[in-house]
Each structure stands twice: as C-alpha cells, then as structure tokens.
C-alpha cells in the first residue's frame, strides 16, 4: 500500500510562513485527490484542505482559509502556510480520498497517512 512523506515542518514565530511539502511513495499523485490534516496534541486529527487532480479544485477548513494555500505540481502537493499562529501547532499529514475528488474534510474519507511533518508556532 502506498503513502505519503511529508516534509517541510518546524518552529516558526506568529506571523511567520512556512511550506510544506507531500510527495506519493508507492503511486501516482495524478490519479488522487490530496488532502492535509493536522493533529494538535491531545487533539484528533483534522482535515484543512484538499486538491482535486481531476480538475484543480480546492477546498479549505474555516480555522486556515485565507492564510494557506494548497497546490501541486506533477509529483508534489505543497501547503504555503502564512500568517501562523500558535493554534497552527500540530503534526501535519497527507491523505487521499483514493480516487481523483475531495470528498469534504471528514477523516473517514481518507488513507495512505505518512508519518506527518511537526509545525510549532511559537515566540
């Protein structure tokens, strides 16, 4: 089974950016939908934002619209993070819907977790 490997993370001041990056290990990100969730301590995982392959769409969460922005390339989904703040702290995963669409932000529609990338915000 495939999954994804994340990177990117790390310790960032509020106001700060951040990017991270997905790549696919074991299937082609052309035919799947990719999806960020991240998971504050103590906290379940959530879902913030996903990118079509079939079509570009994307969606966002409420707590990151406007702030991050999610994209791709041929091998790679990236989440330009801006404005963090210390309620951005969490380890952040990719995941996939299994086929090309984004079926909202619910966990249950999602697989092929990596061992997700840590985001602190923090001064």
């Known amino acids: 089974q495939g999954q994804y490997v994340e990177s990117g993370g790390g310790l960032v001041q509020p106001g700060g950016s951040l990017i991270l990056s997905c790549e696919p290990s074991g299937f082609n990100l052309e035919y799947y939908a990719t999806a960020w969730f991240r998971q504050a301590p103590g906290e379940e995982r959530v879902g913030i934002s996903c990118?079509?392959?079939?079509?570009?769409s994307t969606y966002y969460s409420e707590s990151v619209k406007g702030r991050f922005t999610i994209s791709r390339d041929s091998n790679t989904v990236y989440l330009q993070m801006n404005s963090l703040k210390p309620e951005d702290t969490a380890v952040y995963y990719c995941g996939t819907s299994g086929d090309r669409s984004c079926y909202g932000l619910e966990i249950s529609q999602y697989d092929y977790w990596g061992q997700g990338t840590q985001v602190t915000v923090s001064s």
């Open positions: 990118i079509s392959s079939a079509d570009g």
